[in-house]
């Protein structure tokens, strides 16, 4: 069965403490892996897809990795405005009309 | 939010009420979804569709009807409201399959 596993559940962080997110996935074929931020009251907000083993992404703070058991999504210095819950999902080879979802991360950061 | 809008924002109703729940979208994508978001679960993919009046299944659909008459409108109908429908539910749209989903801003609904 595909599966999407997140880790931590919830992530406490002053600001300026670098730190990273997992997302480990078992899939039958990885079509491509997305990261999502999610606002308390708001709509999930793309951030990166990454599609093969060993690519990265990087946007101001955030940087997006990909093996090919896992992702990491690394938070360099991180400022209050990083807090967010961060959302993994992965799109399937047989099937690319959906994605599959982890349960996500919660990031505080604190000043 | 990429050009998605969603009704009602917030809706409260009672077991057994229908609900219908819209989303509108700009951006005249082919593929329209929608998805509901419980804690302790990912977003849960209820239906699709990839045409005007073409529509699938997803993985939580029971309890669920959809119909898209115009590419820009996509609607959710819940025929008989339950408890256990009571979720955020978001509307997310793709220009293909393969494609990234962006998401609308959500409705939140509550079955007393």
């Known amino acids: 069965e595909d599966q999407v596993t997140q880790s931590p559940e919830a992530l406490r962080l002053q600001e300026g403490e670098s730190s990273s997110l997992n997302c480990s996935y078992t899939?039958?074929?990885?079509?491509?892996l997305f990261w999502y931020r999610q606002d308390p009251g708001k709509g999930p907000e793309f951030l990166f897809t990454?599609?093969?083993a060993g690519e990265e992404k990087e946007k101001e703070r955030l940087k997006a990795t990909l093996t090919k058991k896992e992702s990491f999504l690394h938070i360099t210095a991180p400022k209050p405005e990083d807090s967010a819950t961060y959302l993994c999902a992965v799109q399937v080879s047989s099937n690319t009309d959906k994605l599959i979802f982890g349960t996500g991360t919660r990031l505080q950061v604190f000043p | 939010d990429a050009g998605i809008t969603q009704s009602p924002r917030h809706k409260v109703t009672e077991t057994g009420t229908p609900v219908t729940l819209r989303c509108h979208q700009t951006?005249?994508?082919?593929?329209m979804y929608w998805y509901r978001q419980d804690p302790g679960h990912g977003l849960r993919l209820i239906h699709y569709?990839?045409?005007?009046?073409?529509?699938d299944k997803g993985e939580v659909s029971d309890g669920y009807s959809v119909s898209r008459s115009k590419t820009e409108d996509f609607l959710l109908t819940l025929e008989s409201a339950t408890s256990s429908q009571t979720s955020v539910y978001f509307c997310?749209?793709?220009?293909?399959?393969?494609?990234?989903?962006?998401f609308g801003p959500g409705t939140r609904l509550t079955v007393l």
């Open positions: 997310a749209i793709s220009e293909y399959s393969t494609d990234t989903q962006y």
């Open positions: 569709s990839y045409g005007v009046k073409d529509t």
């Open positions: 990454l599609y093969s």
């Open positions: 951006e005249n994508h082919r593929y």
């Open positions: 899939v039958s074929g990885l079509r491509g």
